[in-house]
């Protein structure tokens, strides 16, 4: 489009040229831009006649632009501005003519006011040629005209005044005038045919604008028709370069397919050579083969030969053989039936052999019921020495266990206290263990006075002793237990002292405490008396008794609300209300309820302090048995109690705090009740007052604490220096403990 736009610029910019105001010598001019016009024309021609020329469509336009428009150099018009121009040509002509028409009538105008009529003649006769050039003159005849004519009329203007003058006032007056008039006819004579000359020149020059009008059209109509085939051209190259494109594609594409297809083939070729190469070896390695064939043949044809002549051989062997076996088997025929006889004798051995194992097996159940008679005499018999041995022992003992220093207890500043041990023979023979004590203090004097104590005990444990060292003191009270016999343990001491270790345990097995190993014992010898007999049932429970209060650790919820009361009814037996008891069937069951019961306290001790070492617990195993066989019936209870710490009301940290301080009261309340009812005991009061109510743990132990039941205490001790006077106040008590004698212990059968 802006193409086309510069195209024509050029085109309609010669006009005003054409058109434009300039003296006389423009028409020269004109004449030789005309004469250039058929150069143009025909350099157009050429470039018509060859569209293809490798400047192309661009240069041509250049080509064609710059030769139209070299001569011209006016502004570029507005797309459309050609049609308007083409149109215009006579609108333009007519301002100069009319311009000229207004220079000729002032001329006449003159003349009419001088009064001389001959005067409109030249102006009436340059009247149509006027109206002519109104029709075709070209604008050439514009401005330059009007100042030609007025130039070359202007002396007549100039005369006009005199000749006004000469009129009015030399009419009259004589011959001078009249030649002076006719010097001046002359004159407009002469100026007329130039005038004449004039129109000439521009009917030529017009008829020559014509012509460069009609040529300026053609060219016109052949710049539209250029440009037309130009956009043609150019279409049909655009549409080449995109065939040129798409075939360039194609062709790129079938190169590709080409070259794929190649290395298809190089692939393929590449096969190829390395089958060719493959069968070729395989060929190597077949003639290689067959050679050795030929050689394996050749070989074994030799073999064969040899073969051949030791087959030769062994048939004559075989020949040999076979009458050997001809011979053989007559000689088995007669073995044969001597091994029948053999058979028929063994099987009359085999019948009195198992005459004799029945009458052996017979004999065997005959001595094995002997025997089992003889051992449940023996039980009896065991379980009465077995009682009898306790009851030497006394039904109250005491043992004495102090633990080891703890890891971050070994560099305690006040160290290790002076703690030694009797040797382990004097023990055995005199039945009782030996403690000693040292405390070394300041003398009023200011020397050191060493205080040395000695207490004696059933069996003392140092910290080397195990929880197994320990229990198999323990076992033959537990074993007490499914005789029918009531038993109470129960671990005294300091708060630290290892009362809970000793009672519960570690997690491991080496490290399971007096509770489980008791359990576990009675489940083995209650399997073992299965065969004499007896059938066990068992429960368990598990209390403890904080600030005088009993809570049942294996309640439902997390912790105990209810209210429990100790009874006993008129057999003496005595009951808690409200506790659950869980029946037993296997020890794994009673390692279940320890972490019910661990869990619980763990519990409370969450809500109320730490209160683990403030409370005792008891965890007590009813056993009931049964013996068809003798029709025997027991019913007794283990009691396994780990008791609050002892420690006194100075040394228990209470200070002002009211909670502590209850809890030591309670505490120091029961431990004293509790030794006081020992005491009692002791003293030989059977019948007489067992002040057993002044606490609810005495009162909760008391079946376990009368004359009829066995009861041991183990008294656990720290082995601190920091200690020493809390051991020493524990010793004291269990000494205390050690020489009550509690009556006899009952058996709980009932037949
Ligand atoms: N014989 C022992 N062998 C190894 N460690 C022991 C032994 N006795 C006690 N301990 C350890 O000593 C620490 C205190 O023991 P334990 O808790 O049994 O004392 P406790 O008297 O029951 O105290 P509390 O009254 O606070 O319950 C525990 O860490 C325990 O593992």
Redesign the pocket.
């Known amino acids: 489009m802006s193409q086309e736009q510069h195209t024509t610029a050029p085109a309609t910019s010669r006009l005003p040229r054409l058109q434009s105001p300039s003296s006389k010598r423009s028409i020269p001019t004109l004449s030789s831009t005309m004469s250039t016009l058929p150069l143009l024309t025909a350099n157009n021609a050429n470039k018509r006649k060859t569209p293809s020329s490798p400047a192309g469509p661009a240069a041509k336009r250049q080509a064609s632009a710059s030769s139209l428009g070299k001569s011209t150099s006016g502004p570029k018009k507005p797309p459309g501005f050609i049609p308007t121009t083409t149109r215009k040509p006579s609108g333009t002509l007519s301002r100069p003519t009319s311009s000229l028409s207004t220079s000729t009538r002032r001329a006449g105008s003159a003349s009419s006011n001088s009064g001389v009529a001959t005067l409109t003649g030249p102006t009436t006769r340059s009247k149509p040629t006027t109206t002519t050039a109104r029709q075709s003159r070209p604008p050439v005849a514009g401005p330059s005209t009007r100042s030609t004519l007025g130039r070359s009329v202007g002396p007549t203007r100039g005369i006009s005044p005199g000749l006004g003058a000469a009129a009015l006032g030399g009419i009259g007056s004589g011959v001078a005038s009249v030649e002076q008039f006719k010097s001046h006819d002359g004159r407009l004579h002469n100026v007329e045919k130039m005038v004449g000359g004039f129109k000439d020149l521009l009917d030529r020059e017009g008829q020559k604008i014509n012509s460069l009008q009609t040529q300026h059209a053609d060219l016109q109509a052949l710049l539209f028709s250029t440009q037309n085939t130009e956009r043609e051209a150019r279409r049909d190259l655009s549409t080449a370069s995109e065939e040129i494109a798409a075939l360039r594609s194609a062709h790129a594409r079938e190169v590709d397919d080409l070259e794929r297809a190649i290395a298809r083939k190089d692939r393929e070729k590449r096969g190829i050579e390395e089958e060719l190469r493959d069968s070729r070896d395989e060929l190597g390695r077949e003639r290689e083969m067959v050679r050795e064939l030929k050689l394996q043949v050749a070989q074994q044809s030799t073999q064969h030969l040899t073969l051949t002549a030791q087959l030769t051989a062994a048939q004559s062997q075989l020949t040999l053989l076979q009458s050997e076996v001809e011979r053989a088997t007559l000689s088995v025929s007669g073995m044969k039936a001597e091994v029948e006889i053999g058979r028929q004798e063994a099987k009359k051995a085999e019948e009195r052999a198992e005459q004799k194992v029945r009458e052996a097996e017979d004999e065997r159940d005959r001595r094995i019921a002997e025997i089992e008679l003889e051992l449940r005499e023996a039980e009896t018999i065991r379980r009465k020495l077995h009682n009898q041995v306790q009851e030497l022992k006394g039904n109250i003992r005491v043992f004495a266990?102090v633990?080891?220093a703890?890891a971050h207890e070994v560099d305690a500043p006040d160290g290790l206290a002076d703690i030694a041990y009797g040797d382990e023979r004097t023990a055995q023979e005199t039945g009782q263990g030996q403690i000693i004590v040292s405390n070394k203090s300041e003398s009023a004097m200011g020397g050191v006075r060493e205080q040395v104590n000695s207490f004696a005990f059933d069996k003392i444990f140092s910290?080397k002793?195990?929880?197994k060292e320990v229990f198999e003191e323990i076992s033959m009270l537990a074993q007490s237990v499914l005789d029918g016999y009531n038993v109470c343990i129960f671990?005294y001491?300091?708060?630290?002292?290892?009362?809970?270790?000793?009672m519960e345990g570690?997690q491991n097995e080496e490290d399971a405490g007096m509770i489980p190993r008791a359990i576990d014992m009675i489940f083995a010898a209650s399997k073992g008396l299965k065969d004499r007999g007896w059938k066990y049932q068992m429960e368990g429970q598990f209390l403890e008794v904080y600030n005088e209060v009993i809570n049942d650790l294996l309640g439902s919820g997390q912790f105990d609300t209810k209210k429990h009361e100790i009874k006993h009814d008129k057999d003496g037996k005595m009951t808690v209300t409200e506790v659950v008891s869980v029946p037993l069937s296997n020890p794994r069951q009673v390692s279940t309820l320890l972490d019910r019961a661990r869990s619980r306290r763990a519990v409370a001790a969450t809500l109320m302090n730490e209160r683990?070492?403030r409370s005792h617990s008891v965890f007590t195993l009813k056993v009931r048995g049964v013996n068809p066989l003798t029709d025997e019936k027991c019913e007794a209870m283990l009691n396994l109690v780990?008791l609050?710490?002892s420690e006194r009301l100075a040394s228990s940290g209470a200070g002002e705090n009211k909670d502590r301080l209850k809890e030591t009261i309670n505490i120091n309340r029961s431990l004293s009740a509790l030794a006081d009812v020992i005491g009692a005991l002791g003293q030989g009061t059977q019948g007489g007052h067992v002040p057993y109510r002044n606490s609810t743990l005495t009162r909760l132990l008391q079946t376990s604490l009368s004359g009829s039941s066995k009861t041991l205490m183990l008294c656990?001790l720290s082995p601190l220096a920091a200690h020493l006077s809390e051991t020493l106040c524990s010793l004291r008590f269990a000494t205390k403990v050690n020489s009550t004698c509690v009556g006899s212990a009952k058996k709980q059968i009932s037949k």
């Not at 001491?493 to 000793?502: C, I």
């Open positions: 266990r633990r080891p703890l910290p002793a195990g929880q671990a001491g300091q708060t630290g002292s290892g009362k809970s270790w000793t570690g683990s070492s780990d609050a710490g656990n």
